[in-house]
């Protein structure tokens, strides 16, 4: 079905990967439009906020020096600092918990979509670990990577473009500030040199810094994608062997919780391991990239002090001036920073849209399955073969068989023969590698997906109960109609069982959700999903060997009880226990993945072919 590449990822996602950042803001104005304007004013307040601190104290202390200071204005500058940074705070503080609620909301609107294409996707995608690994890592995101992180960076970088703006004025205004005297310091401040040493020391440190922090980030990110996989292993141990109560029984049984913990131990000591060593050499880089910036720092102090010795400006302006270098040199590394971010962030958003844009075979077809077919149809295997993927003998050979209107038909083998992954491939979860599956002479291929699905109705060997309420799994959705749900479990042999529970239909099954929920036994639980499959009320009918868990006697009295209740209807039944099946009008015996004989349960026999021994084989197991 879907084609993957090394990457996991479809053959068809190239054009779109060039978009992924557009694609990214779009959806962001789309899903959660006030992110942006939020983002945005953010980042006006947070970039205005220290330097309300530096031009006001400024202010007052220009004032606090003057030999003539007016008392008033000096009142009227603190109330206004005082007041000014009050207000600039409260709207950060505001906007911030605004914000971390839209991103919460896209985050939520993330995960929904992940979610959403996976229950969408082929099956025979899902089943592919290359996909499997992609999407388990795509939620641990978080707010660090990904569309989240988008809204973040935009904010970032608007914040250190307007911090940089602001400091370009003033660097101007210190530049053109003259020292006085003749002397050979004032000489030097003055000097046309002065601003081009000032700049170009500004400009090594903070590269330094820069790429400290790109070295650092490159570190972390690759001891992230190093975490990835153990830490997946060990969440996975944790919440299916130890958090999760069914599993418990065998956990003590076969006391395996030695093995477990010892399983967990080496996988957290290997992860604390690869964070060690990203952590210390982030430490050893930013120790050195804080060094740079402080002796930095002290010449500009040492400039700055130098020029309001000299007379260029007053000490109000010491206070301006040494803020507005440190603001311009934590504003340039924030822009290099998060434009790197930025690009790299592409990757997840990448990620993010490759698996969104996995393309699946089975959209493909368009023909409706109309009521005209539903009534009256054959299926028909011609020259079926099918090897899973990343297998190399076929599981199916060149199986070539029909399935009339209505007929009742059994497939029966030894385990491993074929029988589910013929089921499989009738249900369209795999597409055969060659040969064609007709459904009235036109491959199935080319009907709309979601009608063929509708055709069938199964029970599997592993079908699955969820932790919903009774009747919501019999109907498979919350609005359903009591009375044929009712119906449905009575006829699968639940209806005993029905009355003993206090909430009937609406009783919540397991005790994942609610303390009340009540546990099935595996015989009820195949009753269940029997249930559901006759409310379905498909055309065709699968059941494979859904009844496994139940004696022979249990299990020909189900398959005899299905049989009356789809009457009119075709099905398809599967066991390794031959008796439980020989009431079909026709059996299909299956071997090493072909289809070795047909035909009813008596020319069988007679044929003395591999039913014929499996019967006898069984048989003396029944003869009592
Ligand atoms: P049966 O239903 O008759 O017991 P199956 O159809 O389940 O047999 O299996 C037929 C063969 O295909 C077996 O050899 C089995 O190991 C193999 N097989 C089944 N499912 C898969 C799978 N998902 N991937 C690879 N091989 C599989």
């Given at each position: ?38 983002t945005?004013?953010?980042a ?106 988008l809204?973040q960076q935009v904010s970032d970088f608007l914040c250190a473009s307007f ?171 924030k822009l290099c920073n998060t434009v790197?971010e930025f ?282």
């Amino acid at each position: 079905m879907t084609k993957l590449n090394e990457t996991g990822a479809s053959n068809r996602q190239g054009a779109s990967r060039q978009g992924s950042i557009g694609r990214a803001v779009g959806l962001i104005i789309k899903e959660v439009p006030a992110l942006f304007p939020v983002t945005v004013f953010l980042a006006v307040f947070e970039a205005a906020s220290p330097y309300i601190g530096l031009f006001l104290s400024s202010e007052i202390v220009t004032e606090l020096s003057e030999k003539n200071r007016e008392k008033e204005h000096l009142f009227f500058l603190a109330i206004l600092l005082v007041t000014l940074n009050l207000v600039v705070n409260l709207l950060r503080a505001f906007l911030n918990q605004l914000q971390d609620v839209l991103k919460y909301k896209k985050m939520k609107l993330l995960e929904k979509s992940i979610a959403e294409k996976s229950w969408k996707m082929d099956y025979e995608t899902t089943c592919d670990p290359r996909v499997h690994e992609k999407r388990n890592m795509m939620p641990h995101w978080g707010y660090d990577h990904g569309i989240v992180a988008l809204a973040q960076q935009v904010s970032d970088f608007l914040c250190a473009s307007f911090v940089i703006i602001i400091s370009i004025v003033l660097v101007i205004e210190f530049f053109g500030a003259r020292a006085r005297g003749e002397g050979t310091i004032a000489g030097l401040l003055n000097h046309w040199m002065f601003p081009v040493v000032f700049i170009l020391l500004f400009s090594l440190s903070a590269a330094y810094s820069i790429w400290s922090a790109a070295q650092v980030q490159k570190v972390t990110y690759q001891a992230s994608k190093d975490k990835e996989k153990p830490n997946n292993l060990a969440v996975s141990i944790f919440e299916s062997c130890c958090a999760e109560y069914q599993r418990g029984k065998d956990v003590r049984m076969f006391k395996a919780q030695g093995i477990l913990q010892k399983k967990l131990a080496d996988l957290y000591e290997h992860i604390t391991q690869i964070q060690e060593k990203a952590s210390r050499f982030a430490r050893k880089r930013m120790a050195l990239a804080n060094l740079c910036s402080n002796l930095f720092n002290l010449f500009v102090y040492l400039c700055v002090g130098l020029k309001a010795i000299y007379g260029a400006f007053g000490a109000g302006s010491l206070i301006k001036y040494t803020g507005m270098v440190i603001q311009m040199g934590g504003g340039v590394e924030k822009l290099c920073n998060t434009v790197r971010e930025f690009f790299q962030n592409k990757k997840y958003l990448d990620d993010y849209f490759e698996y969104l844009d996995m393309e699946n075979q089975t959209a493909e077809g368009t023909l409706p399955v109309t009521d005209k077919i539903r009534q009256d149809y054959e299926l028909e295997f011609r020259n079926v073969t099918f090897t899973y993927p990343g297998v190399e003998s076929p599981s199916l050979s060149q199986v070539c068989c029909k399935l009339k209107k209505g007929e009742k038909v059994a497939i029966v083998g030894r385990n491993g023969s074929g029988k589910t992954t013929f089921i499989k491939l009738l249900c369209r979860l795999y597409d055969p590698q060659e040969g064609e599956i007709l459904l009235n002479g036109t491959d199935i291929k080319k009907y709309r997906y979601e009608d063929y699905l509708e055709f069938f109705s199964t029970v599997f060997q592993d079908f699955s109960i969820f932790a919903f309420q009774l009747g919501e799994n019999v109907a498979a959705e919350s609005a359903y109609e009591e009375e044929s749900v009712i119906r449905a479990l009575e006829n699968a042999g639940f209806g005993e069982r029905l009355k003993t529970l206090p909430e009937g239909l609406h009783t919540q099954l397991y005790k994942y959700f609610y303390e009340e929920g009540v546990e099935l036994s595996g015989g009820e639980e195949q009753k269940t999903a029997i249930a559901r499959c006759l409310y379905k009320d498909a055309p065709y009918a699968i059941l494979d060997e859904p009844t496994a868990a139940l004696d022979p006697v249990a299990e020909a009295d189900i398959y005899q009880r299905m049989n009356q209740f789809i009457q009119g209807k075709g099905a398809i039944y599967i066991s390794h226990r031959l008796s439980s099946c020989h009431f079909c009008q026709r059996i299909m015996v299956m071997d090493g993945g072909k289809l070795v004989e047909t035909g009813t349960h008596e020319e069988l026999l007679a044929t003395e072919g591999l039913y014929h021994k499996l019967w006898h084989a069984q048989a003396k197991y029944y003869q009592s």
